[in-house]
């Protein structure tokens, strides 16, 4: 990591005119010059370089395009192997001093119903997420307000962690909590790291800075678009070594965003090394006192772009949404790592059961509700191995020990034996018997795999495996590489 002064570089890394120039270039690039660029993605070293991503953009022909998504499903199997981790939001505080326009939580929605959960309430909607559904990992999300600032975040990460639920044959617990927050300073934190923080999360919105500054009005913090471009500067600065970035399609154009997204990714590895854990891509929906009408994204661009970012940033995770709707998430699970389920945005929906989309309870519209049972019984039926694994960052593969594992394709080999384990868990606790007769069929295949594979798995691992497999089975939980 470089000598960097924060105070001293506060500058826009974000090269606006370059990126501009880059869309507007209408020269089409030729199949050899998009093979090479997947061959420089498939070596898994670090970001593409913009040039390279803005020619995977301007591929329209057909067979191209079959090449790009193939390619990028197996720069997925290739550093995640086949399996798909699935977590939940919890929404505690709508509570918000902004104003974005495409925001239900913004300051002037009058519809919305205002509310800040207690710890006592995080611990009933942590208790049914970890006892009831079966998650392992959360995303906290709150808005920017002094009432859910660090010292609140900090307590619910304890809160959250000290829930502990008897299940069928085991318990539910909460083994990693994410936050999706306001950018912090770097005290407050070091307050959450300490209080045990997953990945921080922030997402730009727009990386258009013209853009950024029509949505986001003057007078709030949001509207300091430099402020929030280095959020994650200050995360590793407080000594948080995982961090997630994320657009909000929908605002503007969507290759400006892809784009953008990517330039972030390079600048964080010039700076510390370490890439984004995660990239995000919601689209923009439907929200409580917004009439913000923006630039539509297509079924068609949306698989695109998501194809095009896990061939850019190819050791990151790519996590898709129930913003979508199941049928896209179909179409583009194969260039995945993450997901979520049984998804309530409501504030203190899980553990008051609320089922109906409430638009003046929530941020944003929903496209699937569906329950995780269900989902993982169609991933079951699509291949995918569902992963509640959580061990990597006990084991202290985070930072830029993970990026090393993940360039080197050695993580994956992690990913399917501790799929393997928790997806075991996970069916003995929580399964219906429908889903949990698809899903011990996949762990025999899954097995088979890893028994058989002599390359990329010692005969002490499979020893490991399979012990810990029995134990599993037998009622111990947790056990993982």
Known sequence: MEKYDLK?????????????????????PTKEEVRDIIKKSIEVSEALDLSDVAKLIKVNDKDMLEEIYQAAADVKKKVYDNRIV??????????????????GFRRDNKDIIRRTLS???????????????????????????PASGADYIADSLKTIY????????????????NVNAA?????????IKAAGIGTF???????????????????????????????????FEAGIDDVAIGALFGLGDWRFEVLGLVQHAKELERVFGIGPHTVSFPRLERASGSELVGTAVSNDDFKKLVAILRLSIPYSGIIVTCRETPEVIRSIIPFCTQRDASTKIGI????????????????????????????????ADMGYITS????????????????????????????????????????????????????????????????KDNKRFTPEMKKTLTTYYEKIKSGERDLSF
């Open 388 to 451: 509640f694994c959580t061990s990597g960052y006990r084991c202290g593969r985070t930072g830029d020990h993970i990026m090393k594992l993940l360039k080197s394709g050695v993580e994956s080999r992690f990913c399917k034996l501790n799929a393997i384990l928790t997806f075991r868990e996970w069916l003995d606790d929580f399964a219906s018997d429908d889903v949990k007769k698809k899903g011990e069929k996949l762990i025999e295949k899954e097995l088979d795999e890893v028994l």
């Open 183 to 191: 950018p912090m300073s770097v005290d407050d934190l070091k307050k």
């Open 201 to 235: 999360q922030v997402f730009q919105e727009t990386y258009d800075k013209e853009l950024y500054s029509r949505l986001h009005p003057k007078n709030t913090p949001k509207s300091d678009f430099n402020y929030r471009l280095y959020a994650l500067h200050r995360a």
């Open 86 to 103: 699935t977590f939940a939001p919890l929404y505690a505080s709508n509570l918000c001093v902004n104003n974005c326009l495409y925001c």
């Open 162 to 177: 000290s829930v502990k639920v008897k299940t069928k044959n085991g318990y539910g617990q909460i083994r990693r909590v």
């Open 119 to 145: 710890q006592k309430e995080i611990y009933e909607e942590a208790k049914v997420l970890a006892g009831d559904i079966g998650h392992k990992r959360l995303i906290f999300v709150v808005g920017e307000h």
């Open 348 to 379: 203190g929906a899980y553990s008051e059961r609320k089922n109906s989309q409430e638009l003046n309870r929530q941020q944003f519209e929903l496209g699937d509700t569906r329950k995780l049972d269900e989902v993982i019984g169609e991933l």
């Open 8 to 28: 001293e570089n506060m500058l826009d890394f974000i090269d606006r005119q370059k990126i501009l120039s880059l869309i507007k270039d209408e020269k089409t």
